[in-house]
């Protein structure tokens, strides 16, 4: 899962297994959840998201579970192929200052490595 | 095509220079965000602007300064202020600050 830290969480899986990332976002008020896949030197693209009165969502081959209760968020692949080799990051949307102002704020990151 | 645009992709910069960062999109998103990420981190976000003239200061603004005169475009400016700023800058756009953030290809800047 993700941590505070200079160095990157590690999980490497078997091509074919199914992955799970965690992460832990911090403001029980968050009520927007997503989750951004980044390779090496691009920028992140989303995968999915999740809001607050939701606690799964599924896409293609990726699901999103979110626990409120004790502000925990997960992003499960299934049957993870090289091609998923990236860092990936939750982020959490937060209000601010009344209606309209959001702040989108970012977890650190967790390294995927998938085993040919 | 519809997106995201930064340049350049990469930079270089003299020690006590500004330099600043493009951000162009054309998926005409009211909100914009600038982000910084060092090796190994996190995104920390900088600035962001949810409406043309009107921008918030983020977690790191402190070395930077952004405008918003155009909805499709939020500079970034690297002042000689930054103590640190080499680093991967990104920069991102949404519909609104309640829907997913579309992300540019990044800017990777170097102070030699």
């Known amino acids: 899962g993700e941590s505070v830290g200079l160095h990157l969480p590690t999980l490497s899986v078997q091509e074919g297994d199914n992955s799970i990332i965690n992460c832990a976002y911090s403001n029980s008020a968050s009520d927007y959840f997503i989750w951004y896949k980044q390779e090496s030197g691009k920028g992140p693209q989303f995968i999915i998201d999740?809001?607050?009165?939701?606690d799964k969502r599924q896409g293609q081959r990726v699901t999103v579970l979110l626990n409120k209760t004790v502000k925990h968020l997960s992003l499960q692949i299934a049957a993870t192929q090289p091609g998923d080799s990236a860092v990936y990051f939750c982020a959490e949307n937060i209000a601010y200052s009344g209606a309209g102002s959001y702040q989108l704020t970012f977890g650190k990151g967790t390294k995927l490595s998938v085993i040919p | 095509d519809g997106g995201i645009t930064q340049s350049p992709k990469y930079l270089f910069r003299k020690e006590g220079q500004n330099v600043t960062l493009s951000c162009e999109q054309n998926?005409?998103?009211?909100?914009m965000y600038w982000y910084r990420q060092d090796p190994g981190q996190g995104l920390r976000l900088i600035y962001y602007?949810?409406?043309?003239?009107?921008?918030q200061k983020g977690d790191i603004a402190e070395g930077y300064s952004v405008s918003r005169e155009k909805k499709e475009s939020f500079p970034l400016t690297v002042t000689s202020a930054q103590k640190n700023p080499t680093a991967f800058y990104l920069c991102?756009?949404?519909?609104?600050?309640?829907?997913?953030?579309?992300f540019g290809q990044g800017t990777r800047l170097t102070v030699v």
């Open positions: 999740i809001r607050s009165n939701m």
């Open positions: 991102a756009s949404s519909t609104t600050g309640d829907t997913e953030a579309f």
């Open positions: 602007s949810q409406i043309v003239n009107d921008f």
């Open positions: 998926l005409n998103h009211d909100a």
